[in-house]
């Protein structure tokens, strides 16, 4: 790896390091265990629950789910940080102003996909769900959003995904992203 590269890999690896740290530390403070027992109750190693915490290692993905499994947390929470708790703090606000458009039949199509329960079905459902919400944003983040919340909850999940997409991106850039607003509804009452 080039230094150039390095420079720029490096501050984003150790925010990632850094947001898993403080919610770890936080997550297990709040409930009230020390490192020894969560590692007891996680069967990861208490050294690397203390490495964790400090940032200082970057550990698989199985042992952050077994960390939150522990702590009885979705493993999102361990992962999330300014940006998504940004976006996800202005949803109700953006969602009582601008809902994107689902009509009645990809609303159908979506349902059935995700009723057989298989892979390839709820990937079309995702499918239908990036591409109706294609006039409610030009920000890629919200279509990848809304296909990925179509996948289990088609409709409310699919406006959720849109709107959390475009403020995350939004959170993300640091600017603020202009919409279409002949592609806008109003939210419904």
Partial sequence: ????????????????????????????????????????????????????????????LSTIVELARALELPVILLLIGLPEIRALGRVLDHAKKDRPSIGPHEMVRMKQFVATGMLKDRVQAA???????????????????????SAFLPGAGTEIGAILGELLAESISGRELTPRPHALTKAKK
């Fill in 1 to 60: 790896m080039t230094q150039l590269s390095q420079t720029i890999v490096a501050p984003a690896h150790r925010a990632a390091d850094a947001v898993l740290a403080m919610n770890l530390v936080t997550a297990r403070t709040v409930a009230g265990i020390t490192q020894q027992k969560l590692a007891e109750i996680s069967r990861i190693s208490r050294a690397t629950i203390a490495q964790i915490e400090t940032g200082t290692s970057d550990p698989r």
């Fill in 127 to 149: 499918l239908v769900g990036a591409t109706a919400v294609e006039s409610f944003s030009n920000e890629p983040l919200a279509r990848t959003t809304a296909a990925l919340f």
